[in-house]
C-alpha cells in the first residue's frame, strides 16, 4: 500500500522559508510513471498546484508560474523523500500543503492518485 | 493558465441522482479529473480520464464529457457523498494544473 507521509514546521515567519517533506512508502521517487508534486488549499486561493518532480532518465522540475522564482522541489533518493522549499514567504501563503503522486495517461495531462495527509501552514510573527 | 468554472453549490435530497457540472475552454482537449473532500481530509480521485472510476469508488459515480462542459454524476446520492467536489484538468499552452473552485454537495 502507497503511503506519503508528510514532515515540517506548522509555522513559519514572514520573509523565511517554508520546508516541507514527503517520505514516500510502497513506490520510489525515481519511479518512471510517476510525478511527485506540491499542491496548497487555502480559503482565498483554493486548490493550487505548485510543482512536480519526476525522473525519466534524468529529473524534471515544473513549477506553477506563481511561484516559479520562489519555489525548489527536491528528490531525495537515499531517503525515498522529497521535499518543499518556498522563500520568501508572506501571510498569503498561509495554506494547507499537501504532498500528491501525478499520473499522466497523455503528454502534459497530469492527475494525483494519492494524497499525504496535509500539513497546516501559517505564516506569522 | 485558465480557469474551470464550477457551481458553488448542489442540493439534493438522498437517493436522488446529483450532477456537478465543470467548464472551461481547454476541456475538449485535455482530461479532465474529479476529487470528492471532506472536512477535515485530503482530496480523493473519484472520476479519472473524463470517465473512469479507479478502483474502491462506487459505481454510483460516473463521469461525462461533452464539448467545453464536463459532469460529475452521483446516482442515488447517500448521505455519506456530502463533501466538496473539485474539478482538475491540464493548461493546453503549458505543463500547469487547473483546478475548478469546487461544488459543495448537500445532501438534504
Known amino acids: 500500500q502507497v503511503q506519503l507521509q508528510q514532515s515540517g514546521p506548522g509555522l513559519v515567519k514572514p520573509s523565511q522559508t517554508l520546508s516541507l517533506t514527503c517520505a514516500i512508502s510502497g513506490d520510489s521517487v525515481s519511479s518512471n510513471s510517476a510525478a511527485w508534486n506540491w499542491i496548497r488549499q487555502s480559503p482565498s486561493r483554493g486548490l493550487e498546484w505548485l510543482g512536480r518532480t519526476c525522473y525519466r532518465s534524468k529529473w524534471y522540475n515544473d513549477y506553477a508560474v506563481s511561484v516559479k522564482s520562489r519555489i525548489t522541489i527536491n528528490p531525495d533518493t537515499s531517503k525515498n523523500q522529497f521535499s518543499l522549499q518556498l522563500n520568501s514567504v508572506t501571510p498569503e501563503d498561509t495554506a494547507v500543503y499537501y504532498c500528491?503522486?501525478?499520473?499522466?495517461?497523455?503528454?502534459?495531462?497530469?492527475?494525483?492518485?494519492?494524497w499525504g495527509r496535509g500539513t497546516l501552514v501559517t505564516v506569522s510573527s | 493558465s485558465y480557469d474551470l468554472t464550477q457551481p458553488p453549490s448542489v442540493s439534493v435530497s438522498p437517493g436522488q441522482t446529483a450532477r456537478i457540472t465543470c467548464s472551461g475552454d481547454?476541456?475538449?482537449?485535455?482530461?479532465a479529473y474529479w476529487y470528492q473532500q471532506k472536512p477535515g481530509q485530503a482530496p480523493v480521485l473519484v472520476i479519472y480520464k473524463d470517465s473512469e472510476r479507479p478502483s474502491g469508488i462506487p459505481e454510483r459515480f460516473s463521469g461525462s464529457s461533452s464539448g467545453t462542459t464536463v459532469t460529475l454524476t452521483i446516482s442515488g446520492v447517500q448521505a455519506e457523498d456530502e463533501a466538496d467536489y473539485y474539478c482538475?484538468?491540464?493548461?493546453?499552452?503549458?505543463?500547469?494544473?487547473?483546478f475548478g473552485g469546487g461544488t459543495k454537495l448537500t445532501v438534504l
Open positions: 500528491a503522486r501525478g499520473m499522466s495517461p497523455a503528454p502534459t495531462n497530469w492527475y494525483f492518485d494519492l
Open positions: 481547454a476541456l475538449p482537449k485535455q482530461y
Open positions: 482538475q484538468s491540464a493548461d493546453s499552452s503549458d505543463t500547469s494544473v487547473v
